[in-house]
């Protein structure tokens, strides 16, 4: 069972700008009700998708760093990322249904 990972401000350009292949960011707050409501969806993505995509989370109240570095104004926020480039970015919740298109249109 894959699973998301939880990424800070120490393990960012590790776990996602250095990361082979498609990364899908998660930036979430515990508050966040949408947020919330999101996350068993990002996890079966993980799943789903396996090691084709790595998954991370990223608490924006526990990182406010990375949220102003990757200037996130609302929550949920989801960014996809390959070769250390942001290729899209999608906010609110997101049908699973919905998200699996979105990404399977940026492998």
């Known amino acids: 069972m ?12 590790r776990e996602v700008l250095a990361a082979p292949g498609l990364v899908l960011i998660d930036l979430w707050a515990p508050w966040c009700a949408p947020c919330r409501a999101l996350a068993p969806v990002i996890d079966d993505i993980a799943d789903d998708f396996g090691d084709t995509l790595t998954v991370g989370k990223i608490d924006v109240d526990a990182e ?10 609302s929550v949920p926020t989801l960014i996809l990322f390959r070769g250390g480039e942001e290729l899209a970015r999608a ?3 997101q049908s699973r249904a919905r998200l699996t298109a ?5 492998q």
Do not use: C, K, Y
């Open 91 to 93: 906010t609110g919740n």
């Open 2 to 13: 894959a699973e998301a990972r939880n990424v800070t401000a120490g393990s960012f350009e």
């Open 64 to 73: 406010p760093s990375l949220r102003d570095r990757l200037m996130v104004r």
């Open 102 to 106: 979105w990404i399977e249109a940026h």
